[in-house]
């Protein structure tokens, strides 16, 4: 077939949760008089969430190569995004900061924003719209405040926008794209896979000159050096791989120890520096300055110490002080004091950031507890389970604040050892990950439930209910992140053992059966899609009854199935027998109904009938973005849908900017390379074919059949229509020509 693909909206996976009850997630959509009401939001003056201006030391060329990359193409006029990359500690940061406070007074506005997640991304926007509407009331979603945050930043041109840390470039995707008012500064890591727009500096470390004056600034703040001192400096500096966060640790703790010289300083680090076969090892130099500063904050304040190693297991960024201590403890706040003294913490008024590279030092060079566990981790937990579930009740209530500390819990579940004694805020798992799915972000609680599953293997046992489901929603998350593989194995594995400890047709038995069908389809095997949802149905029908949620989710998924295989004669009257079961059940617009109203205009359209497919699509999605809100995953899948409707009825005008909307909220929040994305991606391409656009077309097909080949593979049927859709767009500019 040549042409896009639609998608169902759901049921899809029915994932069983072992612990806890869900509850229902907030609607993310914001009215548009909310949304409109941003245009009349004015920043004030020099309106900035800054930290104050840093050392940045021999970074004049970086800088001046900023400016003009930013600038070149008529200052705000369009968007410019320029990348900063290089390896940990080498200051990419501080280059941004130093950037933005010598080019403040150019700017309306400017905002800092953590960026190492998309979670995070979204976390800073929803802070941006909380400063500029402090009044908004405490049930306000991050999400929704995020989502204000972006119409305000479209209102209002001229800003500067610092991503700091990105670890994906697909989570920039929709900000590079929709915001076009003002200037994009990105530090990363990464020096590859930046789309095209984006310009890269790879920034090195210091040269020697430089390096020794980074020293000598931090350490004699009062008064030049003396020539041997510079000396020393200069030696120190070689000997730190001039690496500037290791020369403005060692410098922090030099003004910190004012007796201390250099030269006994150097005589103090353990062995020389080891060099990697590439290189800078910047994690061993980290390593080897810290015996001394950590001996130092030791002896001057014990607690310092033990909130740095706290800080070591949590999200990097904008951790909560008051997850931390209490405002009324005075000890507190001076340990605080002295970690930023010796340059080991950014301190604000409100948060606590630290370097990924301290972090994860202080995480491999942790001391052992009394009780065998690392130093910090328990601390870390405890601060969460009080701030989340103060009652310790077994069952926490998920809540909007939750949403502050879901980047916390995700980086302890990323570094949980399975073993229930280790790990405090196991509890909190669960509900945390019901909460992203709630959101449609079940992607990102893989982490979350692979914490899950491996405790409940090591406290139940392998083929436990609660173990069961635990390896069912895991394999549903995988399923949500696109990656079928893992997906299946996990589900086959899954199924066997359940038709082995519950029995052929138990509840939990027909829900994986349901669940592996649907990743075989998505996966694009129909071949083993359709008879196991065939059977499904029946046994569903059998024990749920007619009109059980469960068994209309798999007659649903059936029903796509069948529309996937062209068999429309047998799709639509299930798809439509579906729908009204579906309304009488659930309600008019309820999730469910709404996927299957989506899935029959689908069908509907498939089978040529667009009359009726447009205004059932039209319907569905403009409850979809009342109800689940504008870019929630199913919304995303309705919008997507009508696009292919506008364009099959001819009507390109409608369908090319619905089609670019799409694919850049998914790109967001679904990966860049998630099969949905590349649905959108091929869809998208399609059109600026039909519309004649064959240079937009072309190198848009080209990328994607790349990405579906690696994804999907060579012969997924999503990856035949995109090569297709390419050849035919190829063929088209032959004939041109």
């Known amino acids: 077939m040549n042409g896009g693909s639609y998608e169902a909206a759901g049921p899809g996976s029915v994932a069983a949760h072992s612990i806890g009850t869900a509850h229902t997630g907030d609607v993310i959509g914001l009215p548009a008089e909310v949304l409109n009401a941003a245009r009349d939001v004015q920043a004030p003056p020099d309106f900035t969430n800054l930290d104050q201006p840093p050392r940045c030391v021999g970074r004049e060329d970086a800088l001046a190569w900023l400016r003009t990359t930013l600038t070149e193409a008529g200052g705000t006029a369009i968007t410019q995004a320029s990348t900063v990359h290089g390896l940990g500690g080498v200051g990419k940061s501080t280059l941004a900061l130093a950037y933005a406070h010598r080019f403040r007074r150019e700017y309306t506005a400017i905002w800092w924003i953590t960026a190492d997640s998309a979670a995070a991304i979204e976390q800073s926007l929803a802070e941006l719209a909380r400063r500029?509407?402090?009044?908004?009331?405490?049930?306000?979603?991050?999400?929704?405040?995020?989502?204000?945050?972006?119409?305000?930043?479209?209102?209002?041109?001229?800003?500067?926008?610092?991503?700091?840390?990105?670890?994906?470039?697909?989570?920039?995707?929709?900000?590079?794209?929709?915001?076009?008012?003002?200037?994009?500064?990105?530090?990363?890591?990464?020096?590859?896979?930046?789309?095209?727009?984006?310009?890269?500096?790879?920034?090195?470390?210091?040269?020697?000159?430089?390096?020794?004056?980074?020293?000598?600034?931090?350490?004699?703040?009062?008064?030049?050096?003396?020539?041997?001192?510079?000396?020393?400096?200069?030696?120190?500096?070689?000997?730190?791989?001039?690496?500037?966060l290791a020369l403005e640790q060692a410098g922090a703790y030099l003004r910190q120890n004012p007796s201390m010289t250099i030269t006994a300083y150097r005589r103090n680090l353990p062995t020389k520096l080891d060099k990697a076969a590439d290189g800078l090892d910047a994690e061993r130099t980290i390593t080897r300055i810290w015996t001394q500063t950590l001996q130092a904050l030791a002896t001057r304040d014990p607690l310092a110490v033990d909130l740095l190693h706290t800080l070591a297991w949590l999200a990097p960024d904008n951790v909560p002080i008051t997850l931390l201590g209490a405002a009324d403890d005075d000890d507190f706040h001076e340990a605080l004091g002295l970690l930023k003294a010796y340059s080991m913490a950014t301190v604000t008024r409100d948060t606590v950031s630290v370097h990924r590279l301290v972090q994860t030092v202080l995480r491999d060079t942790a001391p052992a507890e009394p009780d065998g566990s690392p130093a910090g981790r328990h601390a870390a937990e405890d601060a969460l389970m009080r701030a989340l579930n103060p009652g310790r009740h077994p069952h926490p209530y998920v809540t909007p604040q939750w949403d502050t500390h879901l980047p916390h819990l995700i980086a302890l579940a990323a570094?949980?050892?399975?073993?229930?004694?280790?790990?405090?805020?196991?509890?909190?798992?669960?509900?945390?990950?019901?909460?992203?799915?709630?959101?449609?972000?079940?992607?990102?609680?893989?982490?979350?439930?692979?914490?899950?599953?491996?405790?409940?293997?090591?406290?139940?046992?392998?083929v436990h209910p609660h173990t069961l489901a635990s390896r069912n929603n895991l394999a549903s998350a995988y399923e949500s992140a696109g990656d079928f593989q893992r997906a299946i194995l996990l589900l086959e594995t899954t199924l066997t053992q359940r038709e082995q400890v519950l029995g052929d047709v138990h509840a939990d038995t027909l829900i994986s059966r349901n669940n592996l069908a649907y990743a075989y389809e998505s996966a694009g095997d129909l071949q083993r899609a359709i008879p196991l949802y065939e059977t499904t149905l029946t046994q569903c029908e059998q024990v749920f009854g007619e009109t059980a949620p469960h068994t209309l989710a798999s007659r649903n998924n059936l029903a796509y199935a069948y529309e996937s295989a062209g068999d429309f004669q047998r799709a639509i009257p299930l798809l439509e027998t579906t729908l009204t079961q579906c309304e009488q059940v659930f309600g008019e617009t309820a999730p469910h109904t709404l996927a299957s109203r989506n899935n029959l205009a689908g069908a509907y359209e498939s089978a040529g009938d667009l009359q009726r497919a447009i205004p059932l699509l039209e319907t569905t999605l403009t409850q979809a973005e009342q109800v689940l809100g504008d870019v929630h995953p199913h919304t995303l899948a309705i919008r997507n849908n009508l696009a292919g409707a506008y364009e099959s009825a001819g009507d390109l005008r409608r369908a090319v900017p619905l089609l670019e909307t799409t694919l850049t909220q998914r790109e967001q929040v679904l990966g860049d390379t998630h099969p949905h994305t590349l649905a959108s991606r091929n869809n998208l391409a399609k059109a600026y074919a039909s519309a004649g656009d064959l240079q937009r077309a072309i190198p848009l097909l080209e990328t994607t059949l790349t990405q579906a080949e690696q994804v999907l593979g060579d012969t997924h049927p999503h990856t035949l229509t995109t090569r297709e859709n390419l050849a035919v767009a190829i063929r088209k500019r032959s004939e041109r020509v």
């Open 415 to 462: 570094t949980a050892t399975g073993d229930p004694q280790d790990d405090h805020a196991a509890g909190l798992y669960p509900a945390a990950a019901r909460r992203l799915n709630e959101q449609g972000h079940a992607a990102r609680a893989i982490p979350l439930l692979h914490a899950v599953l491996r405790l409940n293997e090591q406290v139940l046992g392998d």
């Open 132 to 244: 500029l509407r402090p009044t908004w009331p405490g049930t306000v979603s991050q999400e929704q405040r995020a989502e204000w945050a972006m119409a305000w930043l479209q209102w209002h041109p001229g800003w500067l926008l610092l991503f700091d840390n990105v670890e994906d470039p697909g989570d920039l995707k929709r900000y590079l794209g929709a915001l076009s008012g003002g200037h994009h500064l990105i530090t990363s890591r990464r020096a590859t896979g930046w789309p095209w727009s984006v310009r890269t500096y790879p920034l090195g470390t210091l040269d020697p000159h430089e390096a020794t004056e980074l020293i000598c600034g931090y350490a004699f703040p009062d008064g030049a050096p003396t020539a041997r001192e510079r000396q020393e400096a200069h030696e120190l500096a070689a000997e730190m791989g001039y690496l500037p």
